[in-house]
């Protein structure tokens, strides 16, 4: 399984991006998707999930609920993050994740780790 992640950019506080990841390798449907970041210093954190299906459930960490959206295009082998109400605090390397069990992602250790694509947030 290859991911590619890509989106990430230079926005002011308050701004909008939205991040994709296509994924490569093997079938994608049987995949549950995640997106992690990384601020410089700090630990990988969990972003936010979404279930193999599309239109599937998804799971937000508690500081980008309500801001960020996770989507997935099953036609497309693509997940999606888009990035609202962008906050100083979100800057760091964002990176795509997959696995076949969901409880991996949650827990912070998925399978597959795509490269990571920066995102800086400037106020």
């Known amino acids: 399984v290859q991911l590619q992640a890509s989106g990430g950019g230079l926005v002011q506080a308050g701004g909008s991006l939205r991040l994709s990841c296509v994924f490569s390798?093997?079938?994608?449907?049987?995949?549950?998707m995640g997106w992690f970041r990384q601020a410089a210093g700090k630990d990988r954190e969990f972003v936010a999930a979404?279930?193999?299906?599309?239109?599937?459930?998804?799971k937000y960490a508690d500081s980008v609920k309500g801001r960020f959206t996770v989507s997935r295009d099953n036609a497309g082998d693509t997940v999606y993050l888009q990035m609202n109400s962008l906050k100083p605090e979100d800057t760091a390397v964002y990176y795509c994740?997959?696995?076949?069990?969901?409880?991996?992602?949650?827990?912070?250790?998925?399978?597959?780790w795509g490269q990571g694509t920066q995102v800086t947030v400037s106020s």
């Open positions: 994740a997959a696995d076949q069990t969901l409880h991996y992602i949650l827990i912070n250790s998925p399978g597959y």
């Open positions: 390798g093997d079938t994608f449907i049987p995949y549950h």
């Open positions: 979404i279930s193999r299906r599309s239109g599937g459930s998804t």
